[in-house]
């Protein structure tokens, strides 16, 4: 069956590291990837998404990498700061235009 | 303001009872969603809805049933509560209905089913 989980649960990292949250997915269909970002108390914010004629993008500190070979993607968090504490979710479109599948979430502790 | 808000933040109520979760957007988004988050399932879509005339099922609807009052109104109900519908319930919206478009979320609603 469709299924995007997460290879760990909780990550931590040291304040001023990176952070590296991976992403397995499993329906070839998809062709585009998205990350948000859900802070305590809050709901999912976007972060960052990329289609699957891509293997990387960047934006603001974050990087993220597609291999499609391997259906693996990751969120590179670049010198990881106290306010990166959320769970970081990856999702994918599976064979639908109109709806995402949803990983499990990865918790991101950030230590001093 | 908050873009997307929901009402209430908090519920507690007691098995058969019916409730209504209500979600109001001021982004002038066609589109909104309702989703509930499960510890270690992450986000399950229960329904969604293109326009006010436009109302479609996701993937755990069953137990579930939502109006679209306006545009920017969507509401969610339990026709009759029962315990696995405890969970945080989140509303969002996007500009169009497609996947690739970025959904806006509430701040969510903390439900819990005795």
């Known amino acids: 069956g469709e299924n995007v989980g997460l290879h760990l649960p909780t990550l931590s990292v040291q304040e001023g590291d990176n952070s590296i949250i991976n992403c397995a997915y499993s329906n070839s269909a998809s062709d585009y990837f998205i990350w948000y970002k859900q802070e305590s108390g809050k709901g999912p914010q976007f972060i960052i998404d990329?289609?699957?004629n891509m293997d990387k993008r960047q934006g603001q500190r974050v990087t993220v990498l597609l291999n499609k070979t391997v259906k693996h993607l990751s969120l590179q968090i670049a010198a990881t700061q106290p306010g990166d504490s959320a769970v970081y979710f990856c999702?994918?479109?599976?064979?639908?235009?109109?709806?995402?599948?949803w990983g499990a979430g990865t918790k991101l502790i950030i230590k001093p | 303001d908050a873009d997307v808000t929901q009402t209430p933040r908090n519920r507690i109520t007691k098995t058969g009872k019916r409730i209504m979760l209500e979600c109001s957007q001021t982004k002038g988004h066609d589109r909104m969603y309702w989703y509930r988050q499960d510890p270690g399932l992450g986000l399950r879509l229960i329904y969604y809805?293109?326009?006010?005339?436009?109302?479609n099922k996701g993937e755990i609807s069953d137990g579930y049933s939502v109006s679209r009052q306006a545009q920017a109104k969507f509401s969610l109900s339990l026709e009759s509560a029962i315990p696995n519908q405890t969970a945080l319930y989140f509303c969002a919206t996007s500009l169009s209905g497609r996947a690739q478009e970025t959904q806006y979320f509430g701040p969510g609603t903390r439900l819990l089913v005795l």
């Open positions: 990329i289609r699957s």
């Open positions: 809805s293109f326009d006010v005339k436009d109302i």
């Open positions: 999702a994918e479109n599976g064979d639908s235009n109109y709806q995402l599948i």
